[in-house]
């Protein structure tokens, strides 16, 4: 299997070499001022990241992954503020970040703990697997996303799946008692931080092995579904500009990782 490939949104833009770390990376405390346009990994640099991964399937893709991405440096849980108001940038305004399930464009000064503030949400809910805001995945930025407070509260720690009632400031997206779908674009992203989260943390760390399932009510076990509609979601709403631009961020920026489900959204079907 050969892994190459151009990535639609390597196309027009300045190549740089993927490999090549910034002098400095502080972990979530440097200006929350994003770059207008992060300098895109061109197709040899990402094949040469994966290249240990290459002609592999099944269990052996997933462990060559999980060997690729658990080299990485952390962020602190404070830090994670100020990486957000970078990697989730709006695009349109620079002063703002796009919450994750609401779609909303908002200021990156109204982050907080009040009803109509923007919070850490963390995708893959920290009480599965009870690592809490622990650095190492209480604090990975691959599936951590700027939310609405009370739409937060709202997904709890539910598993996803497909239906249930209208979300309040969330349009388009859904929940029951025991589970959440959020709005249509932004499914695939979901899903592939989850899967990112199954590969990176594996028993590790001093941490839980992280593993899916086709289940909800996962409650505090180190487990998540469904697989099943999630992959569909993997499929559904491929990585669009926003997403690639932010595994490139904190790659480049943050943690010198990347979620190998947004370069690589077929793997999803190699391994699961």
């Given amino acids: 299997m050969r892994i190459s490939r151009l990535a639609p949104w390597t196309a027009g833009l300045a190549a740089a070499s993927l490999l090549v770390l910034p002098a400095s990376a502080s972990a979530g405390q440097r200006n929350a001022v994003a770059?207008?346009?992060?300098?895109?990994?061109?197709?040899?640099?990402?094949?040469?990241?994966?290249?240990?991964?290459e002609g592999k399937t099944g269990a052996a893709l997933k462990t060559a992954l999980h060997n690729i991405i658990?080299?990485?440096?952390?962020?602190?849980?404070?830090?994670?503020?100020?990486?957000?108001?970078?990697?989730?940038?709006?695009?349109?305004?620079?002063?703002?970040?796009?919450?994750?399930?609401?779609g909303r464009s908002q200021s990156k000064s109204t982050n907080g703990g009040g009803a109509n503030d923007w919070n850490r949400e963390h995708v893959w809910a920290k009480s599965h697997g009870d690592f809490g805001t622990a650095t190492g995945p209480g604090t990975d930025l691959h599936h951590l996303r700027p939310e609405d407070v009370t739409v937060n509260s709202t997904r709890g720690n539910k598993d996803f799946d497909k239906g249930g009632s209208p979300v309040a400031e969330a349009p388009g997206s859904l929940t029951d008692s025991d589970s959440f779908e959020?709005?249509?674009?932004?499914?695939?992203?979901?899903?592939?931080?989850?899967?990112?989260?199954?590969?990176?943390?594996?028993?590790?760390?001093?941490?839980?092995?992280?593993?899916?399932?086709d289940k909800v009510n996962n409650g505090s076990a180190p487990a998540l579904g469904r697989i099943s509609v999630l992959k569909q979601w993997n499929q559904q709403d491929p990585p669009d500009a926003f997403e690639q631009r932010r595994n490139q961020v904190i790659y480049d920026t943050y943690q010198h990782n990347r979620n190998p489900f947004i370069d690589h959204p077929e793997w999803v079907g190699s391994i699961w």
């Avoid at 979901?190 to 590790?204: F, H, K, T």
């Fill in 182 to 213: 959020p709005r249509d674009a932004v499914k695939g992203d979901v899903a592939r931080m989850l899967l990112y989260m199954a590969v990176r943390y594996d028993g590790g760390d001093g941490f839980a092995n992280l593993e899916m399932n």
């Fill in 35 to 53: 770059p207008a346009t992060p300098s895109a990994a061109p197709a040899y640099a990402v094949d040469a990241y994966y290249a240990s991964a």
């Fill in 70 to 102: 658990k080299t990485q440096s952390k962020v602190t849980y404070d830090g994670v503020w100020n990486a957000l108001k970078v990697t989730d940038q709006d695009p349109a305004n620079p002063n703002n970040v796009v919450l994750l399930y609401s």
